[in-house]
């Protein structure tokens, strides 16, 4: 099976601009999960979504929002970007809502200049 | 804090030697999952341990768990120079599938 993939690997924006990052589960998996990594603040929690809904949200403005679609791919988006959104954007799929492996995939690495 | 808490931050040992990880967390969980990071790459799932397990092997991985002290080891025996990463525990609350990440420990293998 394929692995979690994220689009794209790298990006560059400037403040003030908005960016859009996207995952794919692996195969059969329905529940997806965003992170954001940072060397200050560590693996903090976004959002997760299981069939299409939105089941948690962590503590993070509403500049950030997500969705997920019926072939269980999701999106994020963060607007207004601000030069401390610069972090590595992660994704984890799992089986179930909860109770599952979860895997990750490589990131997105977000610089904002 | 949202974080949990991991020991060391950082090891240093010689190849062939054992590493052991701690790590602390807050909240009740269904399971506690071992990653390990390369270089800020992506997380490689290492192994899962559910909340009404005590112990479990996986190759050269030990992991335990003690919901009573909310606390977790990971042994990695005959370690090797490719083990050098970041090795996270991360919690998965009851409340769903949210894991609560340990601030990490970089091990440091010298071949």
């Known amino acids: 099976k394929a692995g979690v993939t994220q689009t794209p690997r790298y990006l560059i924006k400037t403040r003030g601009q908005q960016v859009t990052l996207s995952c794919s589960p692996i195969?059969?998996?329905?529940?997806v999960s965003w992170y954001q990594q940072t060397p200050g603040q560590g693996l903090q929690f976004l959002f997760e979504?299981?069939?299409?809904?939105?089941?948690n949200k962590g503590n993070f403005p509403g500049r950030f929002s997500g969705r997920q679609f019926s072939n269980s791919r999701s999106e994020m988006n963060v607007s207004t970007l601000e030069l401390g959104d610069s972090a590595l954007y992660l994704c984890?799929?799992?089986?179930?809502?909860?109770?599952?492996?979860?895997?990750f995939g490589p990131g997105t690495r977000l610089t904002v200049t | 804090s949202q974080q949990g808490e991991e020991d060391p931050q950082a090891l240093s040992i010689q190849e062939g030697e054992n590493a052991t990880m701690n790590c602390s967390y807050k909240?009740?969980?269904?399971?506690l999952q071992w990653y390990r990071q390369n270089s800020g790459r992506g997380l490689v799932h290492l192994i899962l341990?559910?909340?009404?397990?005590r112990e479990k092997h996986s190759g050269r991985l030990r992991v335990t768990l003690d919901t009573s002290k909310k606390s977790s080891s990971l042994l990695i025996t005959a370690s090797r120079a490719a083990d050098t990463a970041s090795y996270f525990c991360?919690?998965?609350?009851?409340?769903?599938?949210?894991?609560?990440f340990g601030e990490g420990t970089q091990l440091t293998v010298n071949p």
């Open positions: 341990i559910r909340s009404n397990e």
């Open positions: 984890a799929s799992s089986f179930e809502w909860r109770g599952s492996e979860q895997y």
């Open positions: 195969s059969g998996h329905r529940s």
């Open positions: 909240t009740s969980i269904n399971n």
């Open positions: 991360a919690a998965e609350e009851t409340s769903g599938s949210r894991l609560t």
């Open positions: 979504y299981f069939s299409e809904t939105q089941r």
